[in-house]
T-cell receptor, first 110, second 113 residues
Framework: GIQVEQSPPDLILQEGANSTLRCNFSDSVNNLQWFHQNPWGQLINLFYIPSGTKQNGRLSATTVATERYSLLYISSSQTTDSGVYFCAVERGNAGNMLTFGGGTRLMVKP | NAGVMQNPRHLVRRRGQEARLRCSPMKGHSHVYWYRQLPEEGLKFMVYLQKENIIDESGMPKERFSAEFPKEGPSILRIQQVVRGDSAAYFC???????????FGQGTRLTVV
């Protein structure tokens, strides 16, 4: 099956700093989503981005499908950004059965 | 994603008991997916259902686990004769069609004692 690797596995930032999280995948995909799992365990949709670039406030994401990677940018980080960020992809055409990466655990310090 | 409703949020079962996890998809969504998250790990796909049909159950253990999505009512993930290794967070997701954005519920945290 498809492999999804995220880097870095752990990241500590000072509040206000910027960061880039990376997601590499081993095969072509039809769907790609970024999620934030907050400290309470809730999965929050950030981006649905099989290709191209999207922005939502302090967050933006870019997927280069031909080179099989996606990037999540967090600017002016806040303590509420802490948690685990997951990238998930889907290869097929008949259902959004996602394969998740191992996640990037982010801690933002005040 | 607050629209996908799972209950209960927390469930404690003794070894050998049955666990029933429920998921109501977002309004207008007819595709439901179940995932399992072990501590400190990512989510793993278990099963994909549409109304009254199991589409793909390749990620679900062959024994003790079953899932359904009846014509009326929520989707149910059933685990019979639970063991300690079944302790995990179980998430349900839904999408409007098979190839669109999936939204997740808040999960059910199962603890087997």
């Amino acid at each position: 099956g498809i492999q999804v690797e995220q880097s870095p596995p752990d990241l500590i930032l000072q509040e206000g700093a910027n960061s880039t999280l990376r997601c590499n995948f081993s095969d072509s995909v039809n769907n790609l989503q970024w999620f934030h799992q907050n400290p309470w365990g809730q999965l929050i949709n950030l981006f649905y981005i099989p290709s191209g670039t999207k922005q939502n406030g302090r967050l933006s994401a870019t997927t280069v499908a031909t080179e099989r990677y996606s990037l999540l940018y967090i600017s002016s980080s806040q303590t509420t950004d802490s948690g685990v960020y997951f990238c998930a992809v889907e290869r097929g055409n008949a259902g959004n059965m996602l394969t998740f990466g191992g996640g990037t655990r982010l801690m933002v310090k005040p | 994603n607050a629209g996908v409703m799972q209950n209960p949020r927390h469930l404690v079962r003794r070894r050998g008991q049955e666990a029933r996890l429920r998921c109501s998809p977002m309004k207008g969504h007819s595709h439901v997916y179940w995932y399992r998250q072990l501590p400190e790990e990512g989510l793993k796909f278990m099963v994909y259902l549409q109304k009254e049909n199991i589409i793909d159950e390749s990620g679900m253990p062959k024994e003790r686990f079953s899932a359904e999505f009846p014509k009326e009512g929520p989707s149910i993930l059933r685990i019979q004769q639970v063991v300690r290794g079944d302790s995990a967070a179980y998430f349900c997701a839904s999408s409007s069609t098979g190839n669109t954005e999936a939204f997740f519920g808040q999960g059910t945290r199962l603890t087997v004692v």
